[in-house]
């Protein structure tokens, strides 16, 4: 009977030790910081070969710091939600559109 009630408080204190630790993995994403190293990249290809003004450059630097700073709020609970994965989605979505159009506007860094 000890034995049976020494194993049942290992496995609850197991149990509750793993679920704390998948809580803490929800605040990393992989596929966010990923998508985020790839259009900074991005932009500077684009400096680099004179697709991207100095202008527009800082402009999308303004927009991906700001996606930082929105992740970084986010993840300051210990958790990132659904709907906060959503929204971190939709406006790298839109910064990838802008970079995007800007690198294809006809303008060139002089």
């Known amino acids: 009977m ?3 009630i020494i194993a049942t408080a290992i496995t609850s204190v197991l149990t509750i030790v ?3 630790m998948s809580f803490a993995g929800n605040v990393n994403d992989p596929v966010v910081h990923a ?3 790839n259009q900074q990249r991005r932009i500077a290809q684009g400096v680099r ?3 991207l003004t100095p202008k527009e450059a800082a402009h999308l630097e303004g927009r991906q710091a700001k996606i930082r700073r929105d992740e970084r709020r986010m ?3 210990g958790n990132l939600t659904r709907g906060e994965r959503r929204k971190l989605n939709r406006e790298l979505n839109r910064s990838s559109r802008k970079i995007y159009n800007k ?3 006809n303008r060139v860094a002089r």
């Open 49 to 51: 070969s004179g697709q």
């Open 75 to 77: 993840k300051a609970d």
């Open 18 to 20: 793993t679920g704390s």
């Open 35 to 37: 998508r985020e190293r």
């Open 103 to 105: 690198k294809h506007n």
């Open 2 to 4: 000890r034995k049976l």
